[in-house]
């Protein structure tokens, strides 16, 4: 089920790319007060787009084949300006490479050798920002350079801003096929289809609770959490959850029902994707426990309601649904705390999917 909920009066317009295969939405009436909360999703000439930010602060320091570094703010639009990098020379023989943080301002002091000289290489830099908590907190870096770093004065990032939203390469996995600066020119109308308040309100309305990847965590076994290639080749990326063949492995969550579920059936769908050219069967156990008024207000406590079945691998790059009713006892199950586990049984003779199973993502709704 989809929903295409225009934001009323609201209109937007694509400007100039930052990059060959970027996008940036311009939101023509400014204040950004309809998206505060990503993401957002568009659509340019019938095309759906899900954009996760706003355009970040950023940065350039260093020579370009030497040391040509990219700095860009954690947090998107306007609250990353001012935050700012200084590439410190210590001055002394025989420094190690450090970092400090103060306020907004991230300090490196670069490593120098016996003689002085500075020997902190690119590589050094990003690996040392990425295990400093607090840096890393403010900014991140990338670069294509290898070289030795050159210090650099305080520079300030910039340009972050709440009122053009940012579309990357690959849209992170979301975006419509095709979706490029060069199908879709500056200056053509974008409309703003639904924003995450909007999207909450109507799942509340439809009793439908959408369930990520990213929400779940291991139970059992060896699922990972993995970047999965939609497509043969080139294709656009996602996280999902690979269940390995032969091998049991169940990921789990608690999430909060919401007080529209007011019956004790509840529907579950999985959507998942195949690799491989295998059409055999793979076999899925789902294990639910939800508060119910007739056994107390906690969900250790509760009967687990447990359901097992096949569904059919969908053969190569494709994806598949799995559905399946769990049915709780009492009157009604009533919003507050569940635990869901969804397990591939990949041990049992019942499997017959040798490929692996990528769990993409599970949705919940009160059964009729």
């Keep these: 089920m989809g929903f295409h909920f225009p934001v009323n009066n609201y209109r937007a317009t694509l400007g100039a790319p930052l990059a060959p295969n970027d996008l940036q939405i311009v939101l023509d009436e400014g204040g950004g007060g309809p998206l505060t909360r990503m993401p957002c999703f568009v659509s340019i000439e019938d095309e759906i787009i899900e954009v996760r930010e706003r355009k970040r602060a950023h940065a350039m320091t260093g020579a370009e084949g030497t040391d040509r570094t990219y700095w860009i703010a954690v947090q998107d639009g306007d609250a990353g300006n001012g935050v700012s990098i200084t590439l410190a020379d210590p001055g002394v023989n025989s420094s190690p490479l450090s970092i400090a943080v103060n306020g907004n301002a991230v300090t490196v002091n670069l490593a120098t050798d016996e003689n002085g000289d500075l020997a902190s290489t690119v590589d050094d830099i990003l690996t040392a920002l990425a295990a400093n908590v607090a840096a890393s907190g403010l900014l991140f870096a990338f670069s294509e350079d290898s070289g030795v770093v050159s210090a650099a004065a305080e520079t300030v990032l910039s340009g972050g801003d709440n009122d053009i939203l940012y579309v990357t390469e690959d849209y992170d996995g979301r975006g419509a096929q095709g979706t490029t600066p060069s199908s879709h020119s500056a200056g053509a109308s974008v409309d703003i289809r639904c924003t995450a308040e909007h999207l909450s309100e109507l799942q509340m309305i439809a009793g439908i609770h959408t369930l990520y990847p990213s929400q779940f965590a291991v139970h059992s076994g060896t699922p990972s959490l993995d970047t999965l290639e939609v497509g043969a080749s080139g294709g656009h990326k996602t996280k999902a ?128």
């Design 241 to 368: 959850w690979k269940f390995a063949p032969s091998e049991d492995g169940a990921t789990s969550l608690l999430f909060i029902l919401l007080p529209t579920f007011r019956g004790r059936r509840l529907k579950v769908l999985l959507f998942w994707y195949s690799k491989a050219e295998d059409t055999g069967d793979c076999l899925w156990t789902l294990r639910g426990k939800a508060m119910n008024w007739m056994f107390g207000p906690t969900v250790g406590g509760q009967p687990e309601v447990v359901v097992t079945d096949v569904c059919g691998a969908p053969g190569p790059e494709q994806i598949t649904m799995f559905e399946t009713t769990l049915e709780f006892p009492g009157v009604g199950i009533g919003g507050g705390p569940m635990t869901l586990v969804i397990e591939r049984d990949g041990a049992s003779a019942e499997d017959t999917f040798t490929g692996d199973a990528w769990l993409a993502e599970a949705v919940v709704l009160e059964a009729e």
